[in-house]
C-alpha cells in the first residue's frame, strides 16, 4: 500500500492556499489562543481534499534475476588443454546455478568473429547478451576464459548494472611460449633499397637465444641467431614494385603453447623513388617526339634524351669551337652510369660508329643483370648499320630479314598476344578489324625467341616481348607508332601500347604473364591465375595450421583463370600454382588474440575487485577444474570467499495490477469537513466577552 496525490488545482495555487493558511493559525493564535488549533485543523483538511490524497495497492509478481555466463571459445582458448578446461567449468556452472531458485542463466559463446576478429571482444558480447535485461534485475555475470581479453572497460560503471564479475581463468602457471614481435613495421619502401624492419623475439622460459629466419614472397633471404626478449634490426631489400611480403619466423621451443605466434608478417609496398629512363635517338624523326611526350608526361619518369644529329659520316670540317652540339657521352652512359638505368630505349638507332663494340657489350650484360632494353626500329634495322649486326644481336629477339614493308597496314593482336597482359584488352581490339588506324611500314624480321603479342602484314611480326636471364627486351618493328598519336584515320591506343611494354619491361608486378595473385575479402579468398598456357593447373592452398586444399581454377578471360575458397582459419594463407607462389592474409596479418597467448588474471582483476567479485584460476591436478560453490548474497559489497563466489538477487518484481482508493472526496472526507468545521465554532463560540444573541 502506498499514498499517492492528484491535485485538484494547480500545484501552484494549493502553495497558495497553503501559506495563507499558515497566516491565519498564526494570526488566529496570537488573538484567540489555542482554539485557534481547531480552526487549522478545518483548514489543514480543506487543503488535503484539494490535493486528492488516494491508496494505491499494487498487485506484484516476482520475476527472475538474471545471471550472464560468457564462455570464451576463441583461438587463444584452444591451446595446450583449455578448451577441456573450458567445457568442465561450463557444465559445473550451469549445474551450480540451475540448483538455484528464482535465476535465469543467459548463456554465450565468444569467438573470434567478435570484433572482427581482431582479438577476443569479451565485453562486447556481454552487452549484447544483457540489452534487454534491466540493470536492477543482473545479479551478475561469470565468464570463463583465458584472461587473453582486449576490450576490458576501464571503469566498472561502463558494464551497466551494478553486479559482482567472477572470471575463472582456464590454462596454467607455468607456461612455455614464444613469439615474433613486430616493433616497426615500415608500409612502403623504395625499390632497389633495404628497409630495415626492427622485431623482437619475446619469450617465456626459453633459452635467451633464437634462430630467426627471413623470407620474401616465399624465398628465404637468410638465417640470423638473435638475443630473446632485446629489439633486434632486420635488413630487407625490396625487390620489386607492388607487395612485397615479407616473413619472420622464429624456431619452435620444446613444449610451447603454439607456434602460430612464432612468424610474424607484414606487407611493404614497393615504390620507385624514380625511373630512370635513357632514350636514344639515332635521328630526328616524327616518332622523336611521340616517345619524349609520353615519358615526361609521368612525373615518376626522370629522362635522360640524346638525338644524334651529326654522324660521324657527316664531317664538314666545321672546327669543334664553332659548333654548338653536345658531345655523347658515351662513356658515362654506358660504362660509368649504365646500372643506374631501369630501361633503355634505341629510338631508330643505327650502329654508326658512334658507339664502339665494347659499349654493346655493356648492354648485353646490363640485359642479363636485369636491365631493359627496348628497340623501336625504323629501316635502319634492315640496312648494314643494323643493331643486328653489333654485340647486341644476342639478346635481341629477331633478326632483320632485310625486307621492309611501306603499304598501310592495321596491326592486330595476336592469339598470343590476347594471353599477354601487355596486348590483352588494348582498347580497340575486341573487334575484327580492330578499331584503329593503320601504319604504313613494317621492318620485316625472323623471330628467334619471345613471345610475338601484334603483328602486321602478312601475320609478320610487329611487337616481340622476349626474357634474356634476369632482364627483357621489347622489338617494335615499326617507327609509325607515332600515327596513332596523331589521330590518323582515327589513331589507336598508342598510350596503352607503349606504356604497358615500357612498365613490361620494368617488371611491374601487374603486367607479369605467369603470376599467381590472392586478394582476401572477409572469410574469403579470390584466387588470380595468368597463365601464357592453356592449362594452368590447379592451386594448392596451405592454411596457417598448415593444412592444405586444393582449388580448381576456372577460364576467365584469355590467359586469366580464377577460383575463389573460404578461409576457415585467420592468418597467412600461401598459395602455389607450380613454382609460383602467393600469401593472402585472412583477418589480421598479426592477430592481437595470438600476440600474448599467456593465461593471465590481470587484466581483469582490477575490474572484477571494483564490483565485488574475483578473479581465480580453476586449474586442479585431480579433477582438471576447481569451481569455487555459488551462493546468493543479499546485502554487503563483497561477493567471494575462499570457495565460493556470490550472485547479488534484486527481488524484482513485475506490477501485474493497481487498485485506488481516494480519501479526499467522498461522505466520510466530507463528514470529517463538516466536523471540523463545527468543532472550530463551537470552540470559538465558548470565548469570554463574545457576544450571545
Known amino acids: 500500500m502506498s499514498v499517492s496525490f492528484s491535485p485538484l488545482v494547480p500545484l501552484w495555487v494549493l502553495g497558495v492556499l497553503a501559506a495563507l493558511a499558515v497566516v491565519v493559525v498564526l494570526v488566529s493564535l496570537l488573538a484567540r489562543g489555542p482554539t485557534a488549533l481547531v480552526r487549522g485543523v478545518a483548514l489543514a483538511l480543506v487543503l488535503a481534499g484539494l490535493a486528492n490524497p488516494s491508496l494505491l495497492q499494487e498487485q506484484r509478481e516476482p520475476v527472475k534475476d538474471v545471471v550472464a555466463v560468457l564462455v570464451d571459445r576463441t583461438t587463444s582458448q584452444t591451446l595446450s588443454d583449455r578448451a577441456t578446461q573450458t567445457d568442465r567449468a561450463k557444465a559445473e556452472v550451469e549445474r551450480r546455478l540451475a540448483a538455484l531458485p528464482d535465476i535465469e542463466v543467459r548463456t554465450a559463446d565468444v569467438t573470434d568473429s567478435e570484433g572482427g576478429g581482431d582479438g577476443t571482444r569479451l565485453f562486447a558480447a556481454l552487452s549484447d547478451l544483457l540489452s534487454d535485461v534491466p540493470a536492477e534485475r543482473i545479479a551478475g555475470a561469470i565468464v570463463v576464459t583465458d584472461g587473453v581479453v582486449h576490450d576490458v572497460p576501464a571503469q566498472a560503471s561502463l558494464l551497466g548494472f551494478k553486479a559482482p564479475l567472477h572470471a575463472l581463468i582456464t590454462g596454467h602457471v607455468e607456461e612455455v611460449d614464444r613469439r615474433v614481435t613486430l616493433l616497426e613495421a615500415p608500409r612502403f619502401g623504395i625499390v632497389g633499397k633495404d628497409q630495415v624492419v626492427r622485431v623482437e623475439v619475446a619469450e617465456r622460459g626459453g633459452t635467451g637465444r633464437a634462430r630467426l629466419t627471413l623470407r620474401r614472397d616465399g624465398v628465404s633471404l637468410g638465417t640470423v641467431e638473435v638475443a630473446t626478449n632485446r629489439p633486434v634490426p632486420l635488413p630487407v631489400h625490396i625487390e620489386h614494385g607492388g607487395p612485397n611480403v ?39 624523326h616524327p616518332g622523336e617526339r611521340t616517345w619524349r611526350n609520353l615519358l615526361k608526361s609521368d612525373a615518376n619518369v626522370d629522362l635522360v634524351h640524346f638525338t644524334i644529329l651529326r654522324p660521324p659520316e657527316k664531317q664538314d670540317g666545321t672546327p669543334i669551337n664553332e659548333l654548338s652540339l653536345i658531345a655523347f657521352p658515351t662513356r658515362e652512359l654506358f660504362q660509368q652510369k649504365i646500372k643506374e638505368f631501369d630501361l633503355i630505349i634505341f629510338d631508330r638507332y643505327a650502329n654508326q660508329s658512334v658507339l664502339p663494340s665494347l659499349y654493346y657489350e655493356n648492354i648485353v650484360r646490363y640485359v642479363r643483370d636485369g636491365g631493359a632494353l ?123 601500347l607503349l606504356r604497358r611494354t615500357s612498365h613490361w619491361l620494368m617488371k611491374e608486378p601487374e603486367l607479369e604473364e605467369e603470376a599467381l595473385r590472392a586478394t582476401g575479402h572477409g572469410r574469403e579468398i579470390s584466387i588470380e591465375r595468368q597463365t601464357m598456357g592453356d592449362d594452368p593447373g590447379s592451386v594448392t592452398i596451405t592454411a596457417p595450421s598448415g593444412s592444405e586444399t586444393t582449388v580448381a581454377l576456372s577460364p576467365d578471360k584469355p590467359g586469366l583463370f580464377r577460383a575463389a575458397a573460404t578461409a576457415r582459419e585467420q592468418g ?25 597467448v599467456f593465461s593471465d588474471t590481470g587484466r581483469l582483476q582490477p575490474l572484477a575487485e571494483a564490483t565485488g567479485g574475483s578473479v581465480r584460476r580453476i586449474e586442479a591436478a585431480a579433477s582438471g577444474v576447481s569451481v569455487p560453490r555459488i551462493v546468493e548474497v543479499r546485502s554487503g559489497s563483497r561477493f567471494t570467499g575462499a570457495d565460493w563466489i556470490g550472485i547479488r538477487p534484486s527481488d524484482s518484481a513485475v506490477v501485474r495490477g493497481v487498485s485506488v482508493f481516494p480519501l479526499g472526496i467522498g461522505l466520510i472526507a466530507l463528514g470529517l469537513l463538516l466536523g471540523a468545521v463545527l468543532a472550530a465554532w463551537l470552540a470559538e463560540g465558548r470565548l469570554p466577552g463574545q457576544n450571545r444573541a
Open 374 to 496: 627496348l628497340v623501336a626500329a625504323g629501316p635502319e634495322y634492315a640496312s648494314a648499320a643494323s643493331l643486328a649486326r653489333t654485340p647486341l644481336v644476342s639478346v635481341l629477339p629477331a633478326i632483320p630479314d632485310g625486307r621492309i614493308e611501306e603499304n598501310p597496314f592495321r596491326a592486330a593482336v595476336t592469339p598470343l598476344g590476347q594471353r599477354h597482359p601487355v596486348t590483352r584488352e588494348l582498347p580497340g581490339s575486341e573487334t575484327e578489324p580492330p578499331r584503329w588506324g593503320e601504319w604504313a611500314r613494317l621492318i620485316g624480321a625472323r623471330v628467334s625467341q619471345g613471345s610475338v603479342v601484334m603483328d602486321g602484314i602478312g601475320e609478320r611480326p610487329l611487337v616481340v616481348l622476349a626474357r634474356e636471364q634476369k632482364g627483357r627486351v621489347a622489338l617494335l618493328l615499326s617507327d609509325h607508332a607515332w600515327l596513332w598519336a596523331r589521330n590518323y584515320r582515327g589513331g589507336g591506343p598508342y598510350l596503352d
Open 572 to 596: 597467412l594463407y600461401r598459395l602455389r600454382s607450380g613454382e609460383l607462389m602467393a600469401f593472402v592474409s585472412v583477418g589480421p596479418e598479426n592477430p592481437r588474440e595470438l600476440a600474448d
Open 246 to 284: 615479407v616473413e619472420i619466423e622464429v624456431g619452435p621451443l620444446d613444449g610451447e603453447l603454439t607456434a602460430a605466434n612464432n612468424r610474424a608478417v607484414l606487407t611493404i609496398e614497393g615504390i620507385r623513388e624514380k625511373l630512370r629512363v635513357l632514350l636514344v635517338s639515332g635521328e630526328p
